[in-house]
């Protein structure tokens, strides 16, 4: 397949990088009046500029005229908690109210309320719920998507969350990666350490699932030493780990990561100078998550900092019924410029390459790469890449490829 008459191509990453740092955060490779080949096993065949080298016709190739439209990759979504069941409006009437996030677990809502509602609901109705949002964030660009388990917080529940995601992953054509979230919060009739030796007696059969396992390590949630038991047993059944740390407290959670080879820490609405030095010469991605600093109305992190430090960062959505009940990456990358201050170029990387790096993806997608999956967006004529985030609700899609297939 041909794409031809391209805008602008943006997004462009010699082969073999796979993640950006620093003041390569600032760049991204762009094209003018480009063309882009899609081979029939649904990678990246080749692109470049429709002056210099029009590509060779092929009579039986498809072609579509992206009429002057701008294609960049498909956003990566390396956060997200989109199995879930129901929904929790009932707490976003306590937040109007004035209840903060940790008032309202104290209560015993929160993530427990979720796995309450997630036990009580059969395992076929939860994957066509969550399916709605899987088919709903697709539609919105979004072509690989991280998600976690953990609100089942029993050994029943938590099996039932990783086979759905296992049976999403099969059904859609985006690229999908599973987390065992069990640590998310101790499971009601449970005491703190009795729920820490079930994580650990859960994790053979977790590993069968999962790719990664995770940890809320937070004030209220799960200490530095619970969560190096846990990496240190998810670590045995080949689990590498992604964190939940510094949302609510300076956690330690960062360094904890660090320490485990964390692929990626998420959150960090809250750090201070040691996380940035834990954070640097690591393999490990900081990750932050604009739409819960927006919904909760917490910090949005030091963004800026990291990056002038040399440090990398991803974006994603944490889409959630708690924390962020929205998966639209565009307005990800919104709040990045508004909010973060981030250069539209910066909020690119983020929420692509970096992202997928945070899946342990950026080597099959996540940058217009030959060889990679051909995973893209194509906008209407004459968009340009700061249009994106700055006219944040103005519809732009024309059509979203997942591996070449629209
Ligand atoms: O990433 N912080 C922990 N977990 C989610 C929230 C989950 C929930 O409230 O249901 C988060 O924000
Ligand atoms: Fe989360």
Same mark, same amino acid.
């Given at each position: 397949?041909?794409?031809?008459?391209?805008?602008?191509?943006?997004g462009?990453?010699?082969?073999?990088? !796979?993640?950006?740092?620093?003041?390569?955060?600032?760049?991204? +490779? *762009? &094209?003018?009046? $480009?063309? %882009?080949?899609? #081979?029939?096993?649904?990678?990246?065949?080749?692109?470049?500029?429709?002056?210099?080298?029009?590509?060779?016709?092929?009579?039986?190739?498809?072609?579509?005229?992206?009429?002057?439209?701008?294609?960049m990759p498909g956003f990566c979504d390396s956060?997200?908690?989109?199995?879930?069941?129901?929904?929790?409006?009932?707490?976003?009437?306590?937040?109007?109210?004035? !209840?903060?996030?940790?008032?309202?677990?104290?209560?015993?809502? +929160? *993530? &427990?309320?979720? $796995?309450? %509602?997630?036990? #009580?609901?059969?395992?076929?109705?939860?994957?066509?719920?969550?399916?709605?949002?899987?088919?709903?964030?697709?539609?919105?660009g979004t072509?690989?998507?991280?998600?976690?388990?953990?609100?089942?917080?029993?050994?029943?529940?938590?099996?039932?969350?990783?086979?759905?995601?296992?049976?999403?992953?099969?059904?859609?054509?985006?690229?999908?990666?599973?987390?065992?979230?069990?640590?998310?919060?101790?499971?009601?009739?449970?005491?703190?350490?009795?729920?820490?030796?079930?994580?650990?007696?859960?994790?053979?059969?977790?590993?069968?699932?999962?790719?990664?396992?995770?940890?809320?390590?937070?004030?209220?949630?799960?200490?530095?030493?619970?969560?190096?038991?846990?990496?240190?047993?998810?670590?045995?059944?080949?689990?590498?780990?992604?964190?939940?740390?510094?949302?609510?407290?300076?956690?330690?959670?960062?360094?904890?990561?660090?320490?485990?080879?964390?692929?990626?820490?998420?959150?960090?609405?809250?750090?201070?100078?040691?996380?940035?030095?834990?954070?640097?010469?690591?393999?490990?991605?900081?990750?932050?998550?604009p739409?819960?600093?927006?919904?909760?109305?917490?910090?949005?992190?030091?963004?800026?900092?990291?990056?002038?430090?040399?440090?990398?960062l991803a974006l994603a959505s944490?889409?959630?019924?708690?924390?962020?009940?929205?998966?639209?990456m565009r307005?990800v990358m919104?709040?990045a410029?508004?909010?973060?201050?981030l250069?539209?170029?910066q909020a690119l990387n983020a929420v692509t390459l970096n992202s997928a790096?945070?899946?342990?993806?950026?080597?099959?997608?996540g940058?217009?790469?030959?060889?990679?999956?051909?995973?893209?967006?194509?906008?209407?004529?004459?968009?340009?890449?700061?249009?994106i985030p700055?006219?944040?609700?103005?519809?732009?899609?024309?059509?979203?490829?997942?591996?070449?297939?629209?």
């Amino acid at each position: 397949m041909l794409l031809k008459n391209i805008g602008e191509l943006v997004g462009i990453v010699p082969q073999g990088v !796979l993640r950006k740092q620093g003041s390569e955060m600032n760049e991204t +490779g *762009i &094209l003018h009046d $480009a063309w %882009l080949r899609i #081979a029939p096993d649904g990678t990246i065949a080749g692109f470049g500029s429709t002056g210099a080298l029009y590509p060779d016709d092929d009579k039986d190739e498809e072609v579509i005229d992206a009429e002057g439209g701008m294609v960049m990759p498909g956003f990566c979504d390396s956060h997200t908690h989109i199995v879930y069941a129901g929904s929790r409006e009932g707490e976003f009437i306590d937040k109007i109210n004035g !209840l903060s996030y940790e008032q309202i677990a104290a209560r015993g809502g +929160g *993530i &427990l309320n979720s $796995a309450d %509602l997630l036990n #009580a609901t059969p395992e076929d109705e939860l994957y066509h719920q969550s399916m709605e949002r899987v088919q709903e964030m697709m539609a919105a660009g979004t072509t690989s998507i991280e998600i976690k388990s953990g609100y089942g917080l029993c050994p029943e529940g938590e099996l039932k969350m990783l086979r759905v995601i296992r049976r999403i992953s099969e059904s859609v054509p985006a690229l999908i990666r599973s987390t065992f979230l069990g640590a998310h919060a101790v499971g009601r009739g449970y005491t703190h350490e009795a729920y820490v030796q079930e994580i650990l007696d859960m994790m053979p059969r977790a590993a069968e699932y999962a790719d990664f396992v995770d940890v809320f390590c937070d004030t209220g949630f799960f200490s530095p030493e619970d969560t190096d038991r846990i990496l240190e047993a998810g670590a045995r059944y080949g689990l590498r780990p992604k964190i939940h740390a510094n949302e609510l407290g300076v956690s330690g959670g960062v360094q904890v990561g660090v320490a485990h080879g964390a692929l990626s820490v998420d959150h960090l609405e809250q750090t201070t100078n040691a996380e940035i030095e834990a954070l640097k010469g690591s393999g490990t991605m900081p990750t932050m998550l604009p739409g819960s600093s927006f919904f909760l109305g917490i910090p949005f992190g030091r963004a800026k900092e990291f990056i002038s430090t040399g440090l990398g960062l991803a974006l994603a959505s944490d889409y959630n019924p708690g924390s962020s009940p929205m998966g639209d990456m565009r307005f990800v990358m919104a709040l990045a410029c508004i909010k973060m201050r981030l250069t539209p170029v910066q909020a690119l990387n983020a929420v692509t390459l970096n992202s997928a790096y945070a899946m342990g993806l950026s080597d099959q997608t996540g940058s217009i790469t030959p060889g990679k999956r051909a995973d893209l967006i194509l906008t209407r004529p004459g968009w340009t890449l700061t249009r994106i985030p700055y006219t944040y609700r103005t519809p732009w899609i024309r059509s979203v490829f997942k591996k070449g297939r629209s």
